[in-house]
């Protein structure tokens, strides 16, 4: 019962984020992400991340065992790196994201442009809550926890389309040149981890 009143709460609130977030989609905000917590061994560019420096365009963030980096950029809009991760980061007029291992919680603004490249293929996004984990090179996992992930070859040709209100994961992976889809559980996240993250970032917003 405690478990069906936490889901039910949850889902309320990504009703009221997704609401919210449409009332600040036409100002012009900064896309450059601000790092507002960290915890263990995280570096960008081999140096020791500070709370509020920017991730700047060709930035490399690595995190070590038992550490993740939280930013946020636009107004309601931040992604969590986890633990044993390395990102590639190119900002231009949209955030893309090369995961070259590791995993991602991602919270994005409506219309968002927004692209998660991992060595299997790439995640095309615009105002979701998702999860990517990179398996290995040949395999990754994604789930669209409240929205829709497009996924994409590396000519950006969709394979396929993941979308769900509550949580749709599946695995997308490459042999050769072929990609394929299969489904999958729920792994390594959950709806307190995605409330944690949205609890923080709008903290560090009021701040």
């Given at each position: 019962m405690l478990k069906m009143k936490v889901v039910l709460f949850l889902s309320v609130l990504f009703i009221?984020?997704?609401?919210?977030?449409?009332?600040v989609t036409a100002e012009v905000t900064q896309i450059e992400p601000e790092v507002f917590f960290a915890i263990g061994q995280v570096t960008i560019n081999g140096q020791s991340a500070k709370i509020g420096q920017k991730i700047n365009n060709g930035d490399v963030v690595e995190t070590g065992a038992?550490?993740?980096?939280e930013a946020k950029f636009q107004k309601q809009s931040a992604f969590r790196i986890?633990?044993?991760?390395?990102?590639?980061?190119?900002?231009?007029?949209?955030?893309?994201?090369?995961?070259?291992?590791?995993?991602v919680l991602n919270i994005l603004e409506k219309h968002s442009r927004y692209l998660v490249r991992t060595p299997s293929a790439v995640a095309a996004v615009r105002g979701t809550i998702f999860f990517v984990s990179v398996i290995d090179d040949n395999k990754t996992y994604y789930c669209a926890c409240n929205g829709t992930i497009a996924i994409q070859d590396d000519q950006q040709r969709e394979l396929t389309s993941l979308s769900s209100s509550?949580?749709?994961?599946?695995y997308?992976?490459?042999?050769?040149?072929?990609?394929?889809?299969?489904?999958a559980e729920m792994l390594d996240h959950d709806d307190i981890e995605i409330f944690e993250?949205?609890?923080?970032?709008?903290?560090?917003s009021n701040e």
């Open positions: 009221i984020v997704g609401c919210k977030q449409v009332e038992q550490s993740y980096l986890r633990e044993d991760s390395r990102i590639v980061f190119n900002i231009d007029d949209h955030i893309t994201l090369s995961v070259e291992k590791g995993k509550h949580h749709k994961p599946g997308c992976e490459r042999e050769g040149s072929d990609l394929s889809m299969a489904d993250l949205m609890y923080r970032m709008d903290q560090a």
